[in-house]
């Protein structure tokens, strides 16, 4: 019977990983983002990565070394303001940033991960440039844009917690988006602050079951709260 302890190391759990390969990454201005795997995949040399997450990070936390480091060709994301190098490389042309807004980018998202095709919203519904850019339809005679649902190769996730089987539980605001990208991407790993034996999780704190997760690696302990300081 095959194992089901689904521990490992950081390269085996970016050994697919290559150029050009579209990935997500959980986090909030770092909060959330799984340190050890971002700088494994700087250590691992891919470029022409199109990045999903929520924002472009700082310079130094979050996705922010992937951008200072140009191994991101495009990003998707709700905004770069905390990052000023990914403003300078947008403006620059060498950075393709797609906006989208943040619950609407969390929507589709999740949508991804539901097997849907798509979500319709009527935030930018009056931004002629936006609506030149988009599909639009009419439903009960109200207009809405269509938003294309995301995906993506690989989700690299930050957990609190992790159980062996890859049952997962997150630390307050740190959750953000990383329960949707799990579902969203075609393989999804977890850098986890704990990893516990198989049955030791309750339950009912288990925010991401195993299913979704391929592998998990033990975090290298990064503390992130001095980034809001």
Known sequence: MASLD???DIETALADVQDESVLMFGGFGGVGSPPSLIEG???KGVKDLTVICNDAGFPQIGIGPLIVNKRVKTLIASHIGSNPI??????????EVKFSPQGTLAERIRAGGSGLGGI???????NQMICAQKETVSLNGKPYLIEEALTADFAFICAHTADEFGNLTYDKTARNMNPLMAMA?????AEADRIVPAGELAEEMIITPG????????????NWRWAWE
Request: aromatic share 4%; glycine share 16%; no cysteine.
């Open 211 to 222: 299913i979704f997760v391929e592998g998990v690696v033990k975090s290298g302990g990064v």
């Open 185 to 189: 991407a075609e393989r999804t790993f």
């Open 86 to 95: 990914a403003g300078q490389q947008m403006t620059d042309g060498t950075l």
């Open 6 to 8: 689904k521990k490992m």
């Open 41 to 43: 995949i700087l250590e």
């Open 120 to 126: 319709l919203t009527d935030i930018g519904i009056d």
